[in-house]
């Protein structure tokens, strides 16, 4: 009989126990004499260490449902956001008013530090400048936008160092972290953040992309 406890680890004895999980109803008085792991002390009852154990796991879902709560909260707040960027853009105008409420909107309402657009096409109206400039659709500079503009797909994150030039000029070591939104039959538009965690890989682009069909369609009233 010993020889055969000695071939047992303990691997062995943790599997049986979890296929006969009321084995200490039968001997309860081993659950007094086990060595339970715990932060303070050498020892605890099994109970109290199971009671802390279903502590650990509640505050690990509390933390989690914060965290998806304040996820919910804040996918509201961009839901009503665009929302109101949709019903800007449809009552401007004319053209060049509709691409400066995006512009005023990304800014003020998307905390966006620096807020630029590369447009294909000069639209009456619009001067070039810091937050504006003219760029054919075949000019080489935008080579490096090439595969994003193919796809259509909005990037989040640092950008390579020809984006960033292209896009703010002067002012690109300034920019920690971009938002770009690539329209194929329109341009690009950048949100810029001093913040190098604002805007990152991997984050959603639903409202991104949702803000570049408000503006594709808003323009299309104009299009000659």
């Given at each position: 009989m010993s020889e055969t406890i000695e071939t047992l680890g303990a691997h062995d004895v943790a599997a049986w126990l979890r296929r006969h999980p009321t084995f200490l109803q039968q001997f309860p008085d081993l659950s007094l004499t086990l060595v339970v792991p715990r932060e303070e002390g050498s020892a605890a009852s099994l109970a109290s260490y199971q009671l802390e154990v279903l502590r650990d796991k509640n505050r690990e879902l509390s933390k989690r449902l914060r965290e998806l709560f304040g996820n919910a909260q804040e996918n509201e707040r961009l839901?009503?956001?665009?929302?109101?960027?949709?019903?800007?853009?449809?009552?401007?105008?004319?053209?060049?008013?509709?691409?400066?409420?995006?512009?005023?909107?990304?800014?003020?309402?998307?905390?966006?530090?620096?807020?630029?657009?590369?447009?294909f096409k000069p639209i009456d109206g619009l001067d070039e400048g810091d937050w504006l400039q003219v760029v054919d659709a075949a000019d080489i500079r935008l080579q490096a936008f090439r595969d994003c503009l193919a796809d259509g797909e909005p990037l989040c994150g640092r950008l390579q160092p020809e984006k960033h030039d292209l896009l703010y000029g002067l002012r690109a070591g300034e920019v920690q972290s971009t938002a770009l939104l690539p329209l194929p039959n329109l341009g690009l538009i950048a949100v810029g953040s001093h913040d190098p965690n604002r805007f990152f890989p991997g984050m959603g682009t639903l409202f991104l992309r949702m803000m570049g069909e408000a503006l594709e369609t808003a323009l299309a009233r104009y299009a000659r």
């Open positions: 839901a009503v956001r665009t929302h109101q960027l949709a019903l800007a853009l449809m009552r401007q105008d004319n053209a060049a008013d509709t691409v400066r409420a995006m512009a005023a909107t990304l800014a003020e309402d998307f905390n966006g530090d620096l807020v630029r657009l590369v447009l």
